[in-house]
T-cell receptor
Framework: DAKTTQPPSMDCAEGRAANLPCNHS???????VYWYRQIHSQGPQYIIH???NNETNEMASLIITEDRKSSTLILPHATLRDTAVYYC???????????FGAGTTVTVRA | GAGVSQSPRYKVAKRGQDVALRCDPI?????LFWYQQALGQGPEFLTY????????KSGLPSDRFFAERPEGSVSTLKIQRTQQEDSAVYLC?????????????FGPGTRLTVL
């Protein structure tokens, strides 16, 4: 049972911000939102995670709505190397597994 | 330092053969995970180790799949009597601790093709 819904694909212009939406309307209070990405022929790579506050690190920003039913991953200045499949994952505090869905295929174009 | 490494990177097996896939986690990482990724899909959990103890093998698709981590470091995923439906990328990941905020570091995967 998918806990998240993401668009299957999106394009982004190089140098512009990429905003990746994720819907997780059934999220529980003890569940975090994680984002991973997978560049072609590589393993998934952690990007960021959050519970209810917005988060920022050197890779991206995560904006979580107040009701926690959706979130947006922001890549501030997309580069060609950001072309990848991006996975939004909901994960409980006591759950060690990562449950990947189909993700969003992001293509950054020059 | 070195990341998670997996070998071989590619494996072609004839149907019915046994295969063994190796994972070298990041040194000192307590937790180790195996995932299976079919073409065009996201990875799916297979099994989890904490040190040498296999705490969860609920994702292993059949009794032909077996994983071990005897000394709490290197892990091997073995598939007996391979079938065509076993063709996939097998990913290994490790993390420092079990806590959910500890990110999992993934290896590049082993692409298994069963003919």
């Amino acid at each position: 049972d998918a806990k998240t819904t993401q668009p299957p694909s999106m394009d982004c212009a190089e140098g512009r911000a990429a905003n990746l939406p994720c819907n997780h309307s059934t999220i529980s209070g003890n569940e975090y939102v994680y984002w991973y990405r997978q560049i072609h022929s590589q393993g998934p790579q952690y990007i960021i995670h959050g519970l209810k506050n917005n988060e920022t690190n050197e890779m991206a920003s995560l904006i979580i709505t107040e009701d926690r039913k959706s979130s947006t991953l922001i890549l501030p200045h997309a580069t060609l190397r950001d072309t990848a499949v991006y996975y939004c994952i909901v994960r409980a505090v006591n759950d060690y597994k990562l449950s990947f869905g189909a993700g969003t295929t992001v293509t950054v174009r020059a | 330092g070195a990341g998670v490494s997996q070998s071989p990177r590619y494996k072609v097996a004839k149907r019915g053969q046994d295969v063994a896939l190796r994972c070298d986690p990041i040194s000192g990482h307590v937790s180790l995970f195996w995932y299976q990724q079919a073409l065009g899909q996201g990875p799916e959990f297979l099994t989890y180790f904490q040190n040498e103890a296999q705490l969860d093998k609920s994702g292993l698709p059949s009794d032909r799949f077996f994983a071990e981590r005897p000394e709490g470091s290197v892990s091997t995923l073995k598939i007996q009597r391979t079938q065509q439906e076993d063709s996939a990328v097998y990913l290994c990941a490790s993390s420092v601790l079990l806590a959910p905020y500890n990110e999992q570091f993934f290896g590049p995967g082993t692409r298994l093709t069963v003919l």
